[in-house]
C-alpha cells in the first residue's frame, strides 16, 4: 500500500491526560505523528487537535475507528484528500550581511514573508503557508545560513461546508 | 452525619449491583476499608493484588456482572496490571479501582506514588482520576456503564486519599436517559443473509463476543435454522453446547484440525464477536482463501482489523441474531455436509484420544465425576489446550480461561473469584505446575474463606508448552524450562490447609478423583505426568491452518 501523509482533526475534552491517551492510539501502532497542533476551541471545554502523520492509505479508516473509542474524544475529522485550507507557520532567523542583505529582503518579498524584526547583520521573518510552500521557502533561504528555523504543526480547515 | 467520600464510593457500588470487591487493603485505601465495616458488600481479602484483579475477572466471567478490584497505590496499583491487561485482552466488564496518595502530594514521588492512569491507558476502557470528592459517584456511574456496555471492558478509577475522607453531600443518580435501541444499517444484515443463503459451504465462526453479548441462546437457535456447522475461537467455546451436532471445534494454533480444515475450504464465513488473531487465522494470507466473510462485531474498530470483510455489521449481536433469523432460509447442502462427516470420521480413527493423552484421559475423568453445571477454570499451557480440547461444555460460562493475553497463574485466582459469584456451582481449576506456582499463595484465600474449589495440578515438572515447542522447532534442546521435582504440592497444599493427595496419571486417578470431588471443602490433586506427553495436532509457526502437524 502506498505510503502518504494524512491530516486527521479531532475535536477533543479539554482536560489532563487526553493527548497522552490520543497519542497512545499512535505509537501503540507503530505510527509517528509528524506534527500536532492543539488550542481551545470557542467552547473552553473542547479542545481541537490537528495532526499528520505518514501512513498506508486504508490508515486513516483504521485510526479514525480506534480514535473514535476514546471517550474523550467528540468527533475525529479526515482531512486527507478532502478540499481544503492548510496553513502552517514558521520562523527562521538569518545572518545578514552587506552581500546577501539585497536579495534576501527581495526574496521576502516575493515569497510574502513578513519581517518580524532586524538590525545590521540579523534578520527575523515569519511565512505562513502550507506545508509545500514553507518547505520550498525553507529550502531558498538555507544557502544563507539558516541561524535557527522553527514551525508548527498544519491547522486546516474546509474550503465549503461540507454535506452532512 | 454527613459522609465522606469512601461512604460515597460504598453507595455508589451498592446501586450499580456490587455485592462483592475483591482487595487488598494499604494506607491509602484504608477510609474505604474503614467504611466496609457498614455495608453490605463483602470485601475479601486476597493474599496478592493480580490474584485480586483476576478474581474480579473469574467473578465477571461465571456472572455476567462487572467485577469489581480494590488495591492500594504504588504497588498495590501496579499489581493489578497483568489482571486488568487479562481482563482487556479477554473484554471482561471489570472496575478497578485504585487508591491514589494524597492529591497535596502528586509529582512530588511520594511513597508509594504511580502514575497508575498512565501506567494502564493501553490496558483499559478508560480511566478516571478523581479530583473533586464530588466528582466520585458520577464518574463511578460512568465506569460501570463503560465497562458493562459496548465491547465490554476493564476502567480503571484512581481516587486519591484526601478525597476518599472528604467530607461530601450525597450524590444523587439522575435519571438516565432513555436510549432507544435501533438497527442501523438493516440492508447490511440482509446481503449478510443473502450471501449465506447462496453459499455452497457455509461456516459460521463464533468468538468471545457471542458470550459477553449474551447472545448463545440465539446462537444455538440461528445454527438450528440455518442447519449450518460453526466453528468457535477458543473464547468462543461454550457459547453453544460442545455437543452440538454443527460443532466442528476450535480453530487455530491449537484448534481441532476438523475445524481448521473445514474454514479452510469454506465459501462463506459468518464471523460474530471474533476479531481474527493469528491465534486463530495462522498465517493470515493462507487463511480461508475460497470464503467471501461477513463480520458481525459491536466494535468497529474489531472489522476488518485482520482480516477483509465482505460483508460488515457494526451493531449487538444478540439483535443482530434475532434480526437475521427470519432472513434465513434453510437449504440442503448435502455435498458440504457429506464432506465434513467424512473427515470427521476419518480424523477421530486418526486421533483417538483427541490429541491430549493421559492428561485427556484425566480431565474426561474428572468431568464425568463432577456435577454437570460445573465450572472448569483452566490456566494456560498445555493444561489450558488438554482442557479446552476435552471439557464438554453444557453451558455459556462454564469453561473459563486466559485467550487473548494467556496469562499463567490466572485459573487459581479467577476461581476463587468464579466460586464466589455463582456459590450453587462447582468449580475446578485445572492448572500446570508453573501456572500454579504464580498464584499459589492464594491457595490461602481458599483456604481461610472455606471455598469448595477443586485445584487439579497436572504436574510435569516442566513448563510443558514450551517444551514441546523445543522439542520440535528447538532441535529439542530444553533450556530454562525445567521446574524440577523437589516440591511436594501435596505438602505445601496441606501447609495451607488444603487437604492434597497426589496420583499418577498413568495409573487409574478414578479413586483419587472421586475423593475429591466428594469432599465438602477446598482439595488439590497432584496428577503427574510424563514430561513427553504433549499436545497434537499443533500448527508450526509460519503455516497455515491446514498443516497441522501430528508429531515430530
Redesign the interface.
Known sequence: MAIEEHTISLLVNNQ??VL??IA?VFS?RGYNIRSLCVAETTNPEISRITLTSKAESDFTE?IK??L????DVVSVTDFTGAPSVQREMMLISLRLTEENRKEILRAIDVFGCRVIAMSEDYLIMEITANKDKTAAILRYFEPFGVEEMNRTGAIAVFRQKRDE | MEPIGADIVLKTLLEEGVDVIFGYPGANTLPLNDRMADSTIRHYLMRHEQAAAHAADGYARATGKVGVCLATSGPGATNLVTGIATAYMDSTPMVAITAQVNSDLWGRDAFQETDI??IT??IT??SF?IRDANQIASSLRQAFQ?ASTGRTGPVLVDIPKDILSARCGEQPKKAPKAQPKRIENREQLERIAQALNRSERPVILIGGGVKLGDACTQMSEFIQKAQVPFVTTMMGIGSVASANGFNLGFIGTHGNELANRMIHQSDFILALGARFTERSTSVIDEFAPLATVAQIDI???SIG?NVKVDFPFVGDIQEALAALLPLIVPRERNAWLERIRTDRQTLEEKLTDGGCGQAGSLIRKIQAAMPRETIVVSDVGLNQIWTVRTWQTHSPRSLLTSGGMGTMGFSVPAAIGARVGAPDREVVVICGDGGFYMNIQELATISAYGLPIKVVVINNGHLGMIRQIQDLFYDARFTTSDLGDRVDLTAVAKGFGVPAERVAVDEDPTEAIARMSAAAGPYMLEAMVDQNQYVYPIIPPGCSNVEMICGK
Open positions: 489532563p491526560g497522552s491517551r497512545g501503540s483504521k475507528k480506534q473514535d473509542k476514546l471517550v | 492512569i498512565g491507558m493501553p476502557k478508560h482520576m463503560l466494535d468497529p474498530t482489523k
